[in-house]
């Protein structure tokens, strides 16, 4: 049984930055490839980033692009996302995923495996 746990999310100011980690066990970490989503309050989750096994293919929704940044560390079976310049509208519960072989690295519908998230709260 494959469980991901999300944590590091919190409260932050505007232009403030946060660090989120995504643990994962019960699985090979290093086969799956790891992604972000978030949903806002009364929007339909939304694709954030996503990086490969190895971290050579990494992509991210236009909304963080520039401002947050994908990693992992296979030796501790951790993803993270580093979300730097926050914003207000970053403001989500943030789910980390887990796919063997996705067929489209943006897709959530093509991840197997989810946290049960972990809520960022931007302030103004």
């Known amino acids: 049984q494959v469980q991901l746990v999300e944590s590091g999310g919190g409260y932050v100011q505007t232009g403030g930055s946060l660090r989120l980690s995504c643990a994962v066990s019960?699985?090979?970490?290093?086969?799956?490839?790891m992604a972000w989503f978030r949903q806002a309050p009364g929007k339909e989750r939304e694709f954030a980033a996503t990086?490969?096994?190895?971290?050579?293919?990494?992509y991210y929704g236009d909304s963080v692009k520039g401002r947050f940044t994908v990693s992992r560390d296979n030796n501790l079976n951790t993803a993270y996302l580093q979300m730097n310049m926050l914003k207000p509208e970053d403001t989500a519960v943030y789910y980390c995923?887990?796919?063997?072989?996705?067929?489209?690295?943006?897709?959530?519908?093509?991840?197997?495996?989810w946290g049960q998230g972990t809520q960022v709260t931007v302030s103004s």
């Open positions: 990086i490969s096994w190895g971290g050579g293919s990494i």
């Open positions: 995923a887990a796919a063997l072989s996705p067929k489209s690295a943006r897709a959530q519908g093509d991840y197997e495996y």
């Open positions: 019960g699985g090979i970490f290093s086969r799956y490839r």
